[in-house]
């Protein structure tokens, strides 16, 4: 197997972008991202396109055809591949393999949604719960965030844990996202209680204080309140990838792919043993660590899926950072802050960079790839050599984790 | 790279089928390839399935992690490939890239579609008409029907050829077709217009009287009538793949993937050079005949996109069996029936076999490897042993060739 290597990243702002349509920010992204490798007269064999929905978001169903004629990359091969909320993840794997198998030798991956613009109430969430089971889930009225309230209220429960611990992985998120310039939201969940005290909207003595008022910080699924949720973005990220031997051609410091992962696990979320331990993570780290020859000791920075903030905290313990149980509490103790035993979502991760679907699995590789490379600002994690991603398909039942380490 | 072979192969009936469902058709041509394939007791490693729009026909956004799950291959990797029509041969090349990297050993591609069951009028041709350019075509009415009937009236003046001549490949596609115990139609057109005269709807001389006859063959987009049109189906099909060093212990006549190509052209039509020559099909087929060392002259049997008669002609030249402009001539004077120089769609074709979108592009594989194996029934290529295919995503802006062989 020819190894993998990322040799350019581009990333557009994400959030609401009124005034760019998905084709553009795809572009924008892609366009950053060969600028960065430096191969600008190179040919791409193919392109592959992670998004969730521009069917039915943008009314746009050849999208990677139409985005590299826009790029004037033709004729290369260009496919869209999907997975839900992880359909850049799997971009980034069926990418990976178009080089891995000697197929393709310069590949472009892009990851991008766009949403906001959508003014019909409850269309994004109802196209995102169609990721459920249609009898057994749907049906019944089930939707990604009311499966995020049942987990969470299990977790606490069953770990002893207190839903402050899970208030702080959104601080700590949208800490590290006021340091990120291309994220959504780029102040503190402190920031954000002060301007509300300015404006006379109440007083409160700390941030948890704040993050309990339902006026605030209105439930959505009990308990998960505002806060502990993802926003829908607009946004998209890029990759360049090629063969590493040929990688120092075009660029100083490439990152390889060293891992990659995926599992499925059931689609009803019932029929799992245990609604608290995700399963095809456990899979899909441990085939990641297996290909790169790693552990999760060796893993310096990782980004996590934090769709919901208790997510975070339980994908910390699956993918082998925590022991079963204590990720809520690692969070409450600062170990995956920046600067801490290790480091998650220096990006601000899904809560505070933000989620523009099909982008995110792309967006959390870039991420990487800037901390690997020192590139990171002020949300350096210094000496980052080594980086994992989870990526999330469905309410848990397809993951996907990246490895990636510098060459 | 690892050779790759299909050992295992299965393929619903197509046609309106409204007593089952998207899953339960991909389901019933996945376990079909599984029990042919003798991989009963093994680990899929992943699952790559080719559908254009379950979330907009079926409101299935997840079909690739709900394929997994109820065909109990958990935890195999699962994702969903979409490229237009072609989606159901851009995850055969997925999944041969994922043997071929060696990153899988065995891989089950599925290809499906469910659309008979939509009654709201022009749902799926609007759908279908989202590949088009949203700016400089969609927006002035043109669908993918009206470039076919542009390309048709070009090509006869172009090559001073006759509209009956493409009316002989729907002739030839639906005498094949009716040999075709998984068809669509299996019925011939001579047989039509038989049971029209019976009926007392007219009388004909012959069957291209019938077919020139507004009453019995309506035009659909001047000049192309409804019999140079292929139907809308509901149907799946499906392989399995495996490293080709392992064929030989599940399979006594595996069939190896040799060449594998895709190229894209101008998303919009107006910009090419000549309408009439498909460079995107010209440059797939290239990668495909030099990858696996082959040329034109080498291949036994072909199953090309005919998604309008028109197409079969014209991919026959730029697919290397004809010179430009003597396809159509060729199927009149019947070097593409099943005994003549080079047989195409022996199967019916999207003609007759149907057209379910997702599906049409594994099917096209299907039919291969049983004509590969002799085990075509009425309608085998004696001594069929190299065979290539032609899917198209859009209209001839992305396009797929796999070409196929005994080991």
């Keep these: 197997m020819k190894t993998v290597a990322i ?30 490798s430096n191969t600008n007269d190179k040919d791409f064999n193919s392109v592959y396109v992670g998004a969730m929905s521009p069917s039915a978001f943008n009314n ?27 359909s850049g993840g799997s971009a980034v794997k069926v990418g990976f393999q178009a080089i891995a198998s000697g197929m393709s030798d310069l590949v472009l991956v892009v990851g991008g949604e766009k949403m906001t613009h959508i003014t019909t109430p409850g269309y994004v969430t109802s196209n995102v719960a169609t990721l459920t089971h249609p009898e057994a889930e749907r049906s019944h009225g089930i939707s990604l965030p009311s499966f995020a309230g049942m ?27 006021a340091l990120n310039p291309i994220a959504h939201f780029q102040r503190t969940i402190e920031d954000s209680m002060k301007s509300a005290i300015q404006k ?15 006026k605030t910080n209105p439930i959505i699924a009990d308990p998960l309140r505002l806060f502990h949720i993802c926003p829908i973005s607009d946004g998209a990220a890029a990759l360049v990838l090629c063969n590493a031997d040929k990688a120092k051609e075009f660029c100083d410091t490439p990152i390889i792919i060293s ?10 979320v019932y029929e799992r043993e245990d609604i608290t331990t995700l399963k095809a993570l456990r899979l899909a780290s441990s085939q990641a660590y297996k290909m790169a020859k790693k552990t999760p000791d060796d893993i310096d920075v990782a980004e996590l899926h934090d769709a919901f903030e208790i997510l975070e905290a339980v994908q910390s313990e699956d993918i082998g950072f925590f022991k079963k149980g204590e990720g809520a509490k690692a969070a409450h103790e600062g170990l995956t802050e920046i600067g801490g035993k290790i480091p998650i979502n220096p990006s601000g991760g899904l809560k505070a960079r933000g989620h523009p679907l099909g982008a995110t699995g792309v967006a959390q590789v870039v991420e990487l790839v800037w901390q690997l490379r020192g590139e990171a600002g ?30």
Tied chains: 1, 2.
Excluded at 155 to 167: T, V
Excluded at 201 to 213: C, E, I, Q, R, S
Excluded at 259 to 268: E, L, N, P, S
């Design 259 to 268: 891992g990659v992962g995926q599992a499925t696990d059931t689609q009803i």
């Design 378 to 407: 002020k949300r350096q994690v210094t000496g980052a050599e080594t980086g994992i991603t989870c990526n999330f398909g469905g309410f848990g039942n397809n993951i996907i984790s990246i490895l990636v380490e510098r060459l």
């Design 151 to 177: 987990l969470t209220r299990t977790y606490l429960k069953k770990y002893d844990a207190e839903l402050d611990w899970i208030s702080d992985i959104a601080i700590k998120n949208h800490k590290n996202g």
């Design 60 to 86: 746009l169903s050849g999208i990677a055809s139409a985005l590299v004629d826009k790029l004037s990359l033709l004729p290369a091969a260009a496919d869209h591949i999907k997975n839900g909320p992880a």
């Design 7 to 36: 040799i350019g990243v581009g990333h557009t702002k994400f959030g609401p972008l009124p005034d760019k349509g998905l084709l553009d920010l795809m572009s924008e992204a892609s366009l950053e991202a060969i600028e960065d």
């Design 200 to 214: 006379g909207k109440g007083n409160w003595d700390n941030v948890y204080a704040f993050l309990n008022d339902d």
